[in-house]
Structures are given as structure tokens and as C-alpha cells.
């Protein structure tokens, strides 16, 4: 039996559905270790604004790298504790939430939407937080090249900010 072959590439609108299920899925209150939950509304607004990646499997989202403008979601909490201590570039953006599905896990996945990113962001800085317990995601982002610039706390986490130039 053969595999379905991965696809990566640009969010579309019709990918909406998967993404939302993905990050249910992988939220700190299911195990998960995604810090946040955006609302459909707002993940379409950075989907307009800047490169959302998807992953998909037979048709199926099974990973997703978000992005966005420094000042779309400047309103969070977390995301005013990362720049407190890191402002980076005058046009860098917001790099995450990375999620990918478990069964998917270890394939390089990460590693290839950040590869697609790149590409339609040359030159541009990303900004990101991890959780410090995160160990796997910590390991993957460095070996994607990011560099640990910061650390903040944010209810009652440690968290390691990290740069990268596209």
C-alpha cells in the first residue's frame, strides 16, 4: 500500500475547517502544547494578511505554520510579554503557532512549511515564542536555524523568544 503523497503550500479559505480542528486538538487542556486558541475570524484576517502554510494528506490539514503582521494580534497577552522583552526589526512578523498532527510527527513536516515561508518572506525576521518544557519543538526551531534571543514568563510558564531572517 502506498502512501498519500504531502502537499505544502498557501492556506486557502477551504482549509479553514482542518486548521481549526488541528488546533482543538493540540491545545494545552487536551495535551496538547498550543498557548492559544484563535477564533476562525481572526486566523482568515492573517490568512489575508500575511502566508498562512498548511500541510495536507489526502486532503486532510495535518500541520499548519501561522503568521502575522506585528500588530494583528499586538492585543494578546503573550504576545505583548514577547515583544516586552524582544522588539526585533521594524518589519518583522509573528511567526506560529506551528501545530502538527501526531501521526505526522518526526517527518520533517515543521521543517518544510518554515522552508515554504521563507520563500514567500525572503529577508524579512521572524519573531516566535516557545514554551521552555517544549523540548521537541525547542530542538526542531534551532535546527531550523532560529536563535534564542529572550526569555519571558506568562502564567506561570517560562518561555524562550527566537529570530530568524527568512
Known amino acids: 500500500m502506498t502512501?498519500?503523497?504531502?502537499?505544502?503550500?498557501?492556506?486557502?479559505?477551504?482549509?479553514?475547517?482542518?486548521?481549526?480542528?488541528?488546533?482543538?486538538?493540540?491545545?494545552?487542556?487536551r495535551g496538547g502544547t498550543l498557548s492559544a486558541s484563535l477564533p476562525r475570524d481572526r486566523i482568515q484576517s492573517m490568512m489575508d494578511a500575511m502566508?498562512?502554510?498548511?500541510?495536507?494528506?489526502?486532503?486532510?490539514?495535518?500541520?499548519f505554520l501561522m503568521t502575522t503582521t506585528r500588530t494583528?494580534?499586538?492585543?494578546?497577552?503573550?504576545?505583548?510579554?514577547?515583544?516586552?522583552?524582544?522588539?526585533?526589526?521594524?518589519d518583522a512578523y509573528i511567526y506560529g503557532p506551528i501545530c502538527v498532527d501526531t501521526s505526522e510527527r518526526g517527518k520533517g513536516l515543521a521543517q518544510a512549511m518554515f522552508a515554504e515561508l521563507r520563500h514567500l518572506e525572503p529577508g524579512r525576521e521572524g519573531i516566535l515564542f516557545i514554551r521552555v518544557d517544549n523540548e521537541a519543538s525547542l530542538r526542531a526551531h534551532a535546527r531550523m536555524g532560529m536563535h534564542k534571543v529572550?526569555?519571558?514568563?506568562?502564567?506561570?510558564?517560562?518561555?524562550?523568544?527566537?529570530?530568524?531572517?527568512?
Not at 80 to 90: C, E, I, L, P, T
Not at 154 to 163: I, L, W
Request: proline fraction near 3%.
Open 3 to 29: 502512501e498519500t503523497r504531502m502537499d505544502v503550500g498557501r492556506a486557502s479559505e477551504a482549509d479553514l475547517e482542518g486548521i481549526l480542528e488541528l488546533q482543538e486538538a493540540n491545545q494545552m487542556t
Open 51 to 63: 502566508p498562512l502554510i498548511v500541510a495536507r494528506r489526502g486532503g486532510r490539514v495535518t500541520g
Open 72 to 90: 494583528m494580534n499586538a492585543d494578546l497577552p503573550i504576545i505583548k510579554a514577547m515583544f516586552a522583552v524582544y522588539h526585533g526589526s521594524a
Open 150 to 166: 529572550a526569555d519571558f514568563q506568562f502564567n506561570g510558564f517560562d518561555f524562550a523568544v527566537f529570530s530568524y531572517i527568512g
